[in-house]
């Protein structure tokens, strides 16, 4: 069964950082994508970074230089360290997975860059 379960989120000052955790069990080793995207309030859900297939990385514009996603099989983990944040960064933030034409999501973690 798969679970993606997201943590770290929380309020931080501009120019400051946070990383983000996606317990993924189930399916990260198996997902042909494998990612995080994100939602600010009255905005649609955007794609910040993911994996593809082959193991290839692809990052939003706004968030190239100053964000980075990795992954920790052995611990079904994915990650996001988020540096320079600014106010533009505040979102909730979705772990997500793709495997057999089927999207799983978690339920989001809020991430607030305010002073």
């Known amino acids: 069964q798969v679970q993606l379960v997201e943590s770290g989120g929380g309020l931080v000052q501009p120019g400051g950082s946070l990383r983000l955790s996606c317990a993924a069990s189930?399916?990260?080793?198996?997902?042909?994508?494998m990612g995080w995207y994100r939602q600010a309030p009255g905005k649609e859900r955007e794609l910040v970074a993911t994996?593809?297939?082959?193991?290839?990385?692809v990052y939003t514009d706004s968030v190239k230089g100053r964000f980075t996603i990795s992954r920790d099989n052995a611990k079904n983990t994915l990650y996001l360290q988020m540096n320079s944040l600014s106010s533009e960064d505040t979102a909730v933030y979705y772990c997500?997975?793709?495997?057999?034409?089927?999207?799983?999501w978690g339920e989001g973690t809020l991430v607030t860059v305010s002073t």
């Open positions: 189930g399916i990260i080793r198996s997902a042909s994508a």
């Open positions: 997500h997975a793709f495997r057999g034409g089927i999207n799983y």
């Open positions: 994996f593809r297939a082959g193991g290839s990385i």
